[in-house]
């Protein structure tokens, strides 16, 4: 079983819809997945359809496999389901905080499930905490959306750095450019000097700013679903394949 996080530690930058899009490509490729949502706001259970628990808290989570695993709901999709998040989510660095190995519990919940899913997809709430230092311990690989700008140049910069001050390995981190916006000069310019800056950590794919995307919302199913044949959904297939022969290496 592989897990991978779709993380960024700045908020409104196609994470959600990046995790989205990532766990139905992998499921349609044959793999079974679990996309686990870690943000409160229970974005990816929306786009879904999926209504979370309310009797997953954020202490059951770690202690309860039972309640864990009967938090789990199916999705519209073969092979594909759903962990939801719900608003007591939100307390989950303070109750870490509290418990043992705190850095390692994440890793511990999710080996209840390890039997039944190729994959799990974490989509993780954008901050750095405890809860990100789980994620990024648990991980075999974090994929990082990075809207071309200085801000978020700026933000991967720094969970690079992050990664060095605490002995984490560099080579998890998979970053691509989100939101994209070819008519703009400084878009062309930050992504040239960050390919030339970050060599192997950034891929190839790169998702452009789409209406197509903001649609989910609306249509509350991926892009490869909804728009299958829109430039967006061929950017989250090229996504897919370059992330799972990074990961699977084929």
């Known amino acids: 079983m592989k897990i991978i996080a779709c993380y960024s530690n700045k908020g409104g930058v196609g994470k959600t819809a990046t ?3 990532l766990a139905y490509a992998l499921a349609q490729g044959g793999r079974r997945v679990l996309l686990c949502d870690l943000d409160p706001q229970g974005a990816s ?3 879904f359809r999926v209504k ?3 009797k997953l808290t954020d202490t059951r989570f770690f202690e309860d496999v039972e309640r864990f695993t009967k938090a789990i709901r199916g999705s519209d999709f ?3 389901d759903i962990l939801p998040a719900n608003m007591t ?3 989950f660095d303070i109750f870490l905080a509290r418990m043992r190995n705190s ?3 994440l890793k511990k919940a999710l080996k209840a499930v390890k039997g039944d899913y190729d994959v799990i997809l974490l989509d993780c709430p954008p901050n750095i905490s405890t809860l990100s230092e789980n994620v990024f311990r648990a991980s075999d690989a974090i994929v990082v959306p990075v809207i071309p700008t200085t801000l978020s140049q700026r933000t991967f910069e720094q969970l690079k750095e992050f990664f060095r001050e605490h002995d984490l390995p560099a080579k998890k981190l998979h970053g691509f450019f989100s939101m994209a916006q070819g008519v703009k000069s400084l878009h062309g310019d930050t992504m040239d000097e960050m390919r030339r800056e970050h060599g192997k950590r950034l891929m190839k794919a790169t998702i452009p700013f789409a209406s197509e995307v903001e649609r989910m919302g609306v249509h509350r199913a991926p ?3 909804s728009a299958p044949s829109s430039g967006a959904s061929a950017s ?7 992330l799972v022969a990074r990961v699977f290496g084929k």
């Not at 989250?236 to 370059?242: K, V």
């Open 236 to 242: 989250y297939g090229a996504l897919h394949d370059e």
């Open 223 to 225: 892009v490869l679903a």
């Open 45 to 47: 259970g929306f786009y």
């Open 19 to 21: 995790s989205v899009n």
């Open 52 to 54: 979370p628990s309310k």
């Open 89 to 91: 989510f939100r307390d």
């Open 103 to 105: 850095r390692s519990r």
């Open 78 to 80: 073969d092979n594909l």
